[in-house]
């Protein structure tokens, strides 16, 4: 008995001996708990906060471009003339198939009247849904017919509320883009800051409502995150899945809303192949980007009736020329350094070699000649001998198509976003070049990779696809000026993202030997909040006074000729001139064009030429003889053309006819 009781007792001992021995073990186990809950936690409230940041500073900046708007013509007081005569240029071509939309009797024959117009062009019936990227008005005036709004809001001002609206979204998706880099959404905060306060050279907005690239550069953003997402390592199946579809989506919107984007994702494209080469991003996500690109491209083409321009885009043919050239090559990423620069040399050649053969069988095969106007430009651009080719030169000599200005970078400047982008950019250059060195060479040495791990953990896949993608873009930027606003905004997430990544402070200090966990976050930290407390307090009061600033609409004579012209002319009265003030003609009037500012079309880039030779040295009978066999009825003569002083001699509208008619000498433009 006393024995078990014994045993007993000492089962018990044992026990409580053990007691506090699982005790210590559940404590450890229970705080380890209680850091990953309150990790947890902390995670969805930063997450919480950074959203409701970011939807507020979408939605304000949405407020204030259309503020801007508003006290730059008091768009609500002027009449309607003036408010569709304020859409110049282009945009008032596009404006006018939503007024169109919504004039028409039906939605059925709204529909019909775009694919079968014959007022765009006379003595010729087109599809305005091929030749132009217009869907996005016809949806617009679908859903404002069919929603109860029409006695809320007038057509004009569901319009322009859409196109501002866009910018909110295009705000939050840089802002998530450099959330994304960086880890933390102080850096999305400081990238939309710099977006605002560079308003002049980020956007254009609230002047050109309805231009193309207003529409798309939004979901070219969203594209941009969602790549940037996609590029992240270890996400799950179906994190991918939904990634790859809304990377499908922004690019099929971006595509779908202006006609350049086949020349953009062509850049877009290079940057992968280019990463993919030096082994930067995983191939098998590469691939998947290429075939959404070519896909989305063939459904709008599709959508657009099978759209010459796309289908003869360069972009077609160089993705499917990478996909072709890998399935050629194998082993492409194997062996030493000097054998996989010989395997890249050719791999680039053989691509190359693709492109332009697959490309040039589509133009052949189809007889395409939309596109031709633009390498004819940038032949002449980039000095390859002059020329007498008139729509080449009508281009050169506009400044939106000229060399980037040097004050740009004195206004980004100010704000020190240019100083942080150069920093960046020098720093993550440096580390892509390291890496591209040491995956080409494919060393497996322990030392070199520990020496080099404090560069590449700078260059995980989405940050060295960022650096490529404003390296690039940047490129064109400074040889197109008005190609700008698809660098400058992408400027503003790559150097908030720079200035707040943990990677990249730690390879600075580190490089100084002052390296301490603490001390990069007191440093990354410090510099941010200096830098938004900088920013505020140098532009804040500029932006109060620009938005305390009020003007308004004021264009008299154009105003005087669309009254006349409504009232004076028969409805099926047939006008030539310039193609920029014909756009309001339509717009206004309704009346029949000669031509007009969409010159993505051969045959209109002839009639336009031919049109204007009412500025040439041509007999009037020859002048006459031409605006007949138009159908011209009513010619506008402008004097800001006859007499014209914004070009220098040689870039004259008349001197480029004179020139391409052989009556003039060859000026190069300055």
Known sequence: MTTVRQRRAGKGTEAAEDQPSEEKNVKPDGKILSDHTGGKLWNILSISVGGIVALSLGLLTSVYVATLHENDLWFSNIKEVEREISFRTECGLYYSYYKQMIQAASIQQGLHGLVYDNKTESVRT?????????????????????????????????????????????????????????????????????????????????????????????????????????????????????????????????????????????????????????????????????????????LVCVLQFFNSMILGSLLISFNASVLIARTIQKNLKKGGLLNRLGKLILHVLLVLCLTLLINKFIKKSLNLESDEHIFKFLKAKFGFGATRDFDANLYLCEEAFGLLPLNTFS??????????????????????????????????????????????????????????????????????????????????????????????????????????????????????????????YKFWPGIMDELSELREFYDPDTVELMNWIKSSTPNTAVFAGSMQLLAGVKLCTGRTLTNHPHYEDKNLRERTKQIYQIYAKRSPEDVYRILRSFGTDYVILEDSICYERRHSRGCRLRDLLDIANGHGILLLPV
């Open 411 to 536: 206004r980004l400047s100010d704000t020190l976003l240019f100083y942080v982008y150069i920093f960046v950019l020098f720093l993550m250059t440096v580390a892509a070049v390291i890496v591209a060195f040491q995956n080409l060479s494919g060393s497996n040495q322990v030392q070199f990779m520990e020496k080099m791990e404090e560069y590449t953990i700078t260059l995980k896949p989405d940050a060295a696809y960022n650096l490529i993608h404003t390296v690039l873009f940047g490129c064109l930027a400074l040889s197109t000026m008005r190609m700008k606003y698809l660098w400058t905004s992408h400027m503003c997430v790559f150097a908030s993202f720079g200035l707040c990544s943990t990677e990249v402070w730690k390879l600075i200090l580190k490089c100084i030997h002052l390296y301490t966990s603490q001390r990069t976050h007191v440093i990354k930290y410090s510099i941010l909040i200096i830098t938004l407390l900088y920013i505020s």
């Open 126 to 298: 087109i599809n305005i849904l091929e030749r132009m990227n217009v869907y996005q008005e016809v949806l617009l005036s679908i859903l404002y017919r069919i929603l109860p709004i029409q006695q809320y809001l007038e057509p004009v001002y569901f319009y322009i509320y859409t196109l501002f609206g866009l910018q909110a979204v295009y705000v939050i998706a840089l802002y998530v883009t450099s959330w994304l880099l960086s880890g933390t959404w102080l850096s999305g905060l400081l990238a939309a800051c710099w977006y605002i306060t560079n308003r002049t050279d980020t956007t254009r907005v609230e002047f050109t409502i309805p231009l193309r690239e207003n529409w798309a550069l939004p979901f070219f953003a969203v594209q941009i995150a969602a790549i940037t997402y996609l590029l992240r390592t270890h996400l799950q199946p179906v994190q991918e899945r939904l990634t790859l579809t809304a990377v499908f989506i922004a690019t099929f919107l971006f595509s779908l809303t202006w006609q350049f984007n086949q020349f953009m994702m062509l850049i877009q494209a290079l940057a992968l192949f280019i990463l993919d080469c030096f082994d930067m991003l995983p191939t098998v996500k590469v691939t998947w980007l290429y075939i959404i690109q070519i896909s989305a491209l063939l």
